[in-house]
């Protein structure tokens, strides 16, 4: 299941940016600079998610010590 939702995640990120360089071929700046937002938030929440399965498996160590 993970894996699928890592090989979604990419492909959603992919489609974005192509999405983006698109907009900025057709000179339409404003939907670029949205399409970037949603690049910004994904990475974050990405960032995020990890972050807290880190935070996880610590204190998991931490309680069989």
Known sequence: MKKTLRILSITAFVLIC????WNVSQGEVLDA???LGFVLL???SHCLIELSEIAWLL???ERKQ
């Open 33 to 35: 600079i949205l399409d």
């Open 18 to 21: 192509g999405n983006i360089l």
């Open 42 to 44: 994904f990475l974050l």
């Open 59 to 61: 204190r998991e160590k």
